[in-house]
């Protein structure tokens, strides 16, 4: 059983840095997108940062140029970090992996009933 387990999150003020990982246990796929979702009380999970298992990357307009996701295969952990932080960056932080979706359609639909989610971690910056 594939489990995402996401790193302690934190806090910061605006224009700060941190990063998150997400270590992904008995991950044994060679082909699959992972990403990192946000969300805020009340509001739909948005789509942050996807990869795939090439290392092809997106990201949603609202973090380009200051948010990277990257991955080491060796250890099958995903990180995002996160530069010049919003408060409006402040949000729960969720991993996902799905051995279906594209990056892109991961980060549009979300995994598929084959894909796993992380258990999320706070993210809160400010002013």
């Known amino acids: 059983q594939v489990q995402l387990q996401e790193s302690v999150g934190g806090s910061v003020q605006s224009g700060g840095s941190l990063r998150l990982s997400c270590a992904a246990s008995?991950?044994?796929?060679?082909?699959?997108?992972m990403a990192w979702f946000r969300q805020v009380a009340g509001k739909a999970r948005e789509g942050v940062a996807g990869i795939d298992n090439a290392g092809a990357t997106t990201y949603v307009n609202s973090v380009k140029g200051r948010f990277t996701i990257s991955q080491d295969n060796a250890d099958n952990t995903l990180y995002l970090q996160m530069n010049s932080l919003k408060p409006e960056d402040t949000a729960m932080y969720y991993c996902a992996a799905d051995p279906i979706r594209t990056p892109e359609a991961l980060l549009d639909y979300g995994p598929t009933q084959r894909g796993w989610w992380g258990q999320g971690t706070q993210v809160t910056v400010s002013d």
């Open positions: 008995q991950f044994t796929y060679s082909s699959y997108s």
